[in-house]
Antibody
Framework: EVQLVESGGGLVKSGGSLRLSCAASGFTFSPYTMNWVRQAPGKGLEWVSSINGRSNYIYYADSVKGRFTVSRDNAKNSLYLQMNSLRAEDTAVYYC????????????????WGQGTTVTASS | QSALTQPASVSGSPGQSITISCIGTSSDVGAYNYVSWYLQHPGKAPKLLIFDVTSRPSGVSNRFSGSKSGNTASLTISGLQAADEGDYYCSSYTTRSTRVFGGGTKLTVL
């Protein structure tokens, strides 16, 4: 079964740090572009970051640039998000999501999502 | 990076068709044919319905269809069913190689 499982969320003081992990299983992880998407309580989806299979194309939303760092370990089938200088507005459910692939072609649509991990940044 | 603009809510009766709009700019929706649509039920992860403006992933009903004109993309749901109720989000790839989501549209099936 194709699956993504996030972990590492929790309660952290504003200004603190947290590292999220996303464990992939059921598919060959290395070729896929992976994304982090978050959803604040009662709000809509917000794209946070994406990283391609070789980790040579990495992009961030302006709201997290300079504070968050995305990385991956293809040998461990894992995606990470290091979050520093956390603010109250970073409070959200964080999802990892895989970009769609069909017949060896890759697309800008996220077809597999984890269940999410909750981050609460509070003063 | 402003969010794409969607109506806050739409509604329809079972069997009817509804359309949800998604307004962007020439830097996102209008720049490429890389618009996708998602359905999210309460407490659940989003589900991909449409990618590349008009394409459906395997397993998604053909009652869902997408289109685009200029900076505006649209999702049409035909033969509305109770299970279609939920929050719909559009998303686009941008000229900065980032992604942007719409604010979301709550669909109510009357």
């Amino acid at each position: 079964e194709v699956q993504l499982v996030e972990s590492g969320g929790g309660l952290v003081k504003s200004g603190g740090s947290l590292r999220l992990s996303c464990a992939a299983s059921g598919f060959t992880f290395s070729p896929y572009t992976m994304n982090w998407v978050r959803q604040a309580p009662g709000k809509g989806l917000e794209w946070v970051s994406s990283i391609n299979g070789r980790s040579n194309y990495i992009y961030y939303a302006d709201s997290v640039k300079g504070r968050f760092t995305v990385s991956r370990d293809n040998a461990k089938n894992s995606l990470y998000l290091q979050m520093n200088s956390l603010r109250a507005e970073d409070t959200a459910v964080y999802y990892c999501a895989r970009d769609l692939a069909v017949a060896g072609r890759y697309f800008y649509g996220m077809d597999v999502w984890g269940q999410g991990t909750t981050v609460t940044a509070s003063s | 990076q402003s969010a794409l603009t969607q109506p806050a809510s739409v509604s329809g009766s079972p069997g009817q068709s509804i359309t949800i709009s998604c307004i962007g700019t020439s830097s996102d929706v209008g720049a490429y044919n890389y618009v996708s649509w998602y359905l999210q039920h309460p407490g659940k992860a989003p589900k991909l319905l449409i990618f590349d403006v008009t394409s459906r992933p395997s397993g998604v009903s053909n009652r869902f269809s997408g289109s685009k004109s200029g900076n505006t993309a649209s999702l049409t749901i035909s033969g509305l069913q109770a299970a279609d109720e939920g929050d719909y989000y559009c998303s686009s790839y941008t000229t900065r190689s980032t992604r942007v989501f719409g604010g979301g549209t709550k669909l109510t099936v009357l």
